[in-house]
């Protein structure tokens, strides 16, 4: 197979979505199902024919519940697999995100936002699903969750997502947002060579003593597929290490949850990723994601123009949440700014971690981001 047709090497001129997708291949996802959703179609559309070129599969679902099944599946058999959908379909993907929480099935899930409840704004830009990214199924999980701000970085965070995903065996979600995925910019694709790509940790024990759950060190245990001479159980039950259902053990739902969670934030200081500008000497700190970050570093600079000592904090990695990072800034600054595209929900986690710091929250709702002025007039107010 022509390496060059895999990776489409070179400045291309590309949307978000259509970037995501190339992330997807150029990470080795060899495995695609979906359902169309605006504002993340074109995801799908678009390895629909890639797919075929790069020698994977992809199957259009009957709805988004048996997308995510599909996707667990594809991981099992050993696939780099990956959906992409919106708002609604993100809550009927949650039963199955649990499931692949549960069965450690590495995995990558797309949510580019727009604005809802319900059915919403299909075409419009929101971040109302953040709060659902972290929370959405039930029960106590962790999972990693990255917010891109430009199109090159819906190419590099969906290779980031899948290298975690497969470092953790956890699902990793790319949570863009509207104007993230149809706007248009320049997107430099490096030689594959160039390109870090994580492979799960794969089970190396004769057949007959593999246990599927039993972690290394790292907590992350190594991985079988099927197809590869291991007999073995998987189950959303509460199980052992075995993987055979343990339901009525309070000690066994106590070790596998407490690893499960423990994970993802005994290594979150390796999974965490910011961005800091002009942070040194900030009196006022904007924290914001995805599209408003770019207003907020309009914002920042016009503010230091003016003599106001302002800085950003873009938290890249939403989940797990950056909180040392805001904790740190939270000491050295008099206040925060969150603009958010929703009624308030990373703010909540900004405030926690920001403690008797100030925080001001500006919230918008509708069809246009918050503009720079707006942002630069919440920080002249805090100044």
């Keep these: ?11 291309h001129f590309m949307n978000g979505d259509i970037a995501c997708a190339e992330g997807a291949i150029a990470a080795g996802c060899r495995f695609f199902a979906g359902y169309p959703i605006t504002p993340a179609t074109e995801i799908a559309e678009h390895l629909a024919q890639r797919m075929l070129e790069v020698g994977g599969i992809y199957v259009q679902m009957e709805d988004e519940i048996a997308s995510m099944a599909a996707v667990i599946g594809a ?11 919106s708002g609604p379909g993100f809550s009927l993907m949650q039963e199955n995100i649990g499931l692949a929480v549960m069965t450690e099935a590495p995995c990558v899930i797309v949510d580019v936002m727009r604005g809802g409840p319900s059915t919403g704004q299909p075409t419009l830009p929101g971040q109302q699903d953040v709060m659902q990214a972290k929370w959405g199924s039930h029960g106590d999980y962790e999972i990693i969750a990255l917010a891109p701000s430009s199109v090159q970085e819906m190419f590099n965070l969906t290779i980031e997502a899948f290298n975690l995903s497969e470092t953790y065996r956890v699902p990793a979600i790319v949570l863009a947002d509207e104007v993230v995925g149809h706007m248009w910019e320049k997107v430099a694709i490096p030689p594959a060579q160039k390109i870090k790509i994580v492979n799960r940790k794969k089970a190396n024990a004769p057949s007959e003593a593999y246990a599927p759950f039993m972690p290394d060190d790292d907590l992350v245990p190594p991985m079988a597929c099927f197809g590869e001479g291991y007999s073995f159980h998987a189950t959303g039950l509460t199980h052992d290490e075995h993987g055979y259902p343990q339901t009525s053990s309070s000690e066994v739902q106590q ?18 990723r910011v961005e800091e500008v002009l942070l040194s000497d900030a009196d006022i700190v904007v924290v914001a994601y995805g599209i408003v970050a770019r207003a907020a570093l309009s914002a920042v600079r016009k503010a230091r ?37 929703n009624c308030g929900q990373l703010v909540r986690e900004v405030e926690r971690a920001a403690k008797e710091t100030p925080v001001t929250f500006l919230s918008k709702l509708g069809e246009e981001p918050h503009t720079p002025m707006e942002i630069f007039e919440a920080i002249r107010r805090n100044s």
């Design 1 to 11: 197979m022509n390496q060059k047709r895999v990776i489409l090497e070179g400045s």
């Design 305 to 341: 123009a003016e003599g106001i000592k302002a800085g950003l904090l873009r938290p890249i990695t939403l989940w797990p949440f950056p909180e040392n990072h805001v904790a740190k800034i939270a000491q050295q600054t008099k206040a925060i700014v969150v603009p958010e595209m």
């Design 255 to 272: 070790k596998l949850v407490k690893r499960l969670c423990d994970k993802i934030r005994k290594n979150a200081d390796k999974i965490v």
């Design 75 to 85: 991981s099992y058999a050993g696939l780099k697999a990956m959906t992409a959908t």
